[in-house]
């Protein structure tokens, strides 16, 4: 079955830079569009943005503005989330989500989730 295995994340100053990986297994890449998403504690599940099945077209969350890039190497079955200028209130654990879907806002519309990975922005 499908299976999404996550890398990346830790712990980085403000202002520094993460680059988040994403694995897909079990079935072809490009069926999926992917998303990425984040949740503090005592807060809601949050959009970060998406990527549709053949990376012509990305989509980002409101408090990105410009500083994160989401993109998809078909021939390693995996998609990244690479953030720069990170601020404190990055600091959330971040997964990412498949779906064959048009729609990469929607967490009900994913199908396969990641187990998730904690970034921490602190100085």
């Known amino acids: 079955q499908v299976q999404l295995v996550q890398s990346g994340g830790g712990l980085v100053q403000p202002g520094g830079s993460l680059r988040l990986s994403c694995v897909v297994s079990?079935?072809?890449?490009?069926?999926?569009?992917m998303g990425w998403f984040r949740q503090a504690p005592g807060k809601e599940r949050e959009y970060v943005g998406g990527?549709?099945?053949?990376?012509?077209?990305?989509d980002y969350g409101d408090f990105v503005k410009g500083r994160f890039t989401i993109s998809r190497d078909n021939a390693k079955n995996t998609v990244f989330l690479q953030m720069n200028s990170l601020k404190l209130e990055d600091t959330a654990v971040y997964y990412c989500?498949?779906?064959?879907?048009?729609?990469?806002?929607?967490?009900?519309?994913?199908?396969?989730w990641g187990q998730g990975t904690q970034v921490t922005v602190s100085s």
């Open positions: 989500a498949a779906g064959p879907i048009l729609e990469t806002d929607i967490p009900r519309l994913y199908d396969y």
């Open positions: 079990g079935r072809s890449f490009e069926d999926f569009a």
């Open positions: 990527i549709n099945w053949y990376g012509t077209k990305t």
